[in-house]
Structure formats: C-alpha cells, structure tokens
C-alpha cells in the first residue's frame, strides 16, 4: 500500500493579519488531528515561535529569513523531511508576513520529499487594513485569487463587514471567502479545501525557481526594512509616548517588552499593525531573560532613528517607577 503523504498547507497574509492567531487557534482545536508547523519570523526574535511553543506535536522554526527567498529548496526539504518522519496528520508552514505566496507554494511543490504533498494555501486579509495593503501592495489582489482559501479576518474591527466581504468576494473569484474575527475558523477546513494549484504556479522547472530567485527586488520585503531592538526594561512613560508619535512608515511591531515596575513585572507581548496597537500580558519562558526584544519592520523609516528613540525609552532603575506610570501602556491591554 501506498504511504500517505502529509498534507502541507502554507498560511501567508501581509504583515499583522493574524497568521500566528490562527494558527494557535488550529493548534487549540485540533481534535486530535496532530499538526506539525514550520513558523517564519522575519527578524531575529523568534516571536511566532513562542507564541505557538507548547500547543504543537512539532515545531521547526527559520529566524532571520524569508523562506520564499531561500536560494535552494534543500533548507525546506530537510524540514520537510524531519516532519515526515514524525507521526503527524498535517504540516502548516506559517510564512512571515513578507514572504510571497506564489515562491512558497512553488518550493512545496518542487519538494523532493515524498512523505509529503501540497496542501493548499490560506491566504489572511486584515479587514481592518484592507484599503492600507491594498494601496501599499496591489499584488494583494493577485494572491486572493491564488490562495485556495480566503480568511478575511479581524471583521470585528471594520464597521461595515457585509459590503467588504462582497467586494473581497468578488475580487477572489473561484476562491472561497470565509469572514472571521481573531481566526476562528473551523480546522477542518484545512483538510478539504485544497483545488489543484493554478497551472502555471504547478509547471516547474529549474528556470523557474532560478526565475523566483531572481524576484527578489520586487517581493514585499525588499521594500521594507527590519530591525531588531534589543534592551533593558522601558519607562512606560517615555514607551507610551514613542508608541504615540511613532513614524507612519512603522507599519509593524513584535516582541517583548518589559517595563519591571513593581505589580508589573510580567513580560507584555506588543503587536502593533499600522495604527493599531495591542499589549498583552504573559508568563516569561523558563530561563528568558528579563528583557525587552522588539522586531520594527516599516518602509521609509530611519531604522537607526528609532533604535536610538527606543533606546531613549530605557529604565535603569525600573523599581524606582511608580505604579501610576503604568496608566498610559496598560490602555493598550485587551479589555
Ligand atoms: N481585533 C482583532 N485583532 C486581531 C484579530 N486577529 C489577530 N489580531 C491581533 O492582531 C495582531 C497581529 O496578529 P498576528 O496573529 O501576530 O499576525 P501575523 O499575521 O502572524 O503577523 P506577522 O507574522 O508579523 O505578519 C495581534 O495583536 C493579534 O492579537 C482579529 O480578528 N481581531
């Protein structure tokens, strides 16, 4: 009898649009269906990972570069093949919010791994920033209409749902648009949505990848710069100011941030998604420093600037700082 190959379903969606929320929803309903994951932070602090960490059957993780533009399909077969070889129902590779779908999708399909097969691709739009990536990246359009389905997520942050739902639905064409809010989307969805991939995306040949090697200039990411900003505890002050006057251009922030003022010494995740900013608190890991790490990706920004402005931010003596100081940061807690 034939093995069975495992299904591989790539997640893609422009910086901030939820990949990681859904994926720890799939992770936290998964009824038994065991699910290995490929997480790709772009930047050096392994954010997606940690967020995913403990809920999974088996994580690989590539930091610091965009699977899409890895030179060689070989570094995605190896991790291909590690997870193959565990005892596993499905594989999601989570791409980071600058990778381009067309590249993944290729490079799973030209996978010399055998335990494995495409899956399909979910492609998440931020209903929130729809209009903003829309103007920033007009290739949005071409990947809903690639991706075999469409999430439209964070629906409870647009006012007038219906009227976006129709407009993406019919921007998609033939791919299915599913609304949702914080990536609830039912996970066996992801088993049975897979259409045979656009013909031109299965034809492959050397050339091609060669081809995509080549694109770089024009993947989203080339436009972006990123930067990883690693320092002691923060004024929540001076943070809550620089998080206020912080540049247009930042259009996206991840990481840790620690403040070790008495009563809040936790570590507080922060995600900011263009104008939108969300803390929340959490557990620091066994062993992680205390410390703050953020990732800044932005296009048009002075990465150095901000470094310096963050750096500004930091609290030699943080048990010095009183409690009220902590006002203007926890607004940002989710209520
Ligand atoms: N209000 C609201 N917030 C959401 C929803 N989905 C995700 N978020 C928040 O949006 C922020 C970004 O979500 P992530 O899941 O990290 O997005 P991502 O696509 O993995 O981000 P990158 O990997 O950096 O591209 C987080 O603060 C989430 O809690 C939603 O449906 N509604």
């Known amino acids: 009898m034939a093995k069975r190959r495992i299904p591989v379903v790539i997640v893609a969606g422009f910086l901030g649009s939820g990949k990681t929320t859904l994926l720890n929803h799939l992770l936290s309903n998964s009824r038994g269906v065991r699910i290995g994951v490929v997480v790709n932070d772009f930047g050096s602090v ?6 995913v960490a403990g809920q999974v059957d088996s994580m690989l993780s ?3 570069g965009c699977l899409c533009c890895a030179v060689d399909t070989a570094g995605l077969d190896a991790m291909l093949a590690k997870l193959a070889g565990a005892d596993l129902d499905l594989v999601v590779i989570e791409a980071s919010g600058l990778a381009e779908p067309r590249s993944l ?3 799973v399909l030209a996978s010399a791994e055998e335990g ?5 691709l979910v ?3 931020d209903a929130a920033e729809f209009e903003t990536t829309r103007a920033r990246h007009p290739e949005l359009d071409d990947h809903v209409r690639l991706a075999d389905l469409v999430v439209l997520n964070k629906t409870d942050r647009v006012a007038d ?6 407009f993406v639905r019919e921007l998609a064409g033939a791919t299915p648009v599913l609304p949702t809010a914080h990536g609830r989307i039912d996970p066996e969805l992801l088993f049975d949505r897979v259409r045979d991939p656009d013909p031109v995306v299965r034809q492959l040949s050397f050339d091609d990848l060669r081809d995509d090697c080549g694109d770089h200039d024009q993947h ?3 436009a972006y710069d990123t930067l990883t900003v690693t320092a002691g505890a923060l004024h929540p002050r001076r943070f809550a100011a620089f998080l206020e006057g912080r540049p247009g251009g930042l259009y996206r922030m991840k990481g840790t941030v620690y403040f070790g003022v008495p009563g809040h010494r936790q570590r507080f995740v922060l995600h900011t998604v263009g104008a939108y900013t969300r803390l929340e608190r959490a557990r620091w890991e066994a062993g992680q420093d205390r410390c703050t790490e953020l990732v800044l990706i932005g296009a048009g920004i002075d990465p150095e600037g901000l470094r310096a402005e963050l750096k500004a931010c930091e609290e030699p003596e943080p048990d010095q700082v009183d409690e009220q100081s902590m006002l203007p940061v926890l607004r940002y807690l989710e209520s």
């Open 116 to 120: 494995i097969e495409y899956g399909g």
């Open 62 to 64: 590539l930091q610091n």
């Open 105 to 107: 999708v290729r490079m």
């Open 161 to 166: 749902a219906d009227r976006l739902v129709a």
């Open 123 to 125: 492609e998440l739009v």
């Open 46 to 51: 392994n954010v997606d990972a940690l967020s």
């Open 220 to 222: 989203a990411h080339s």
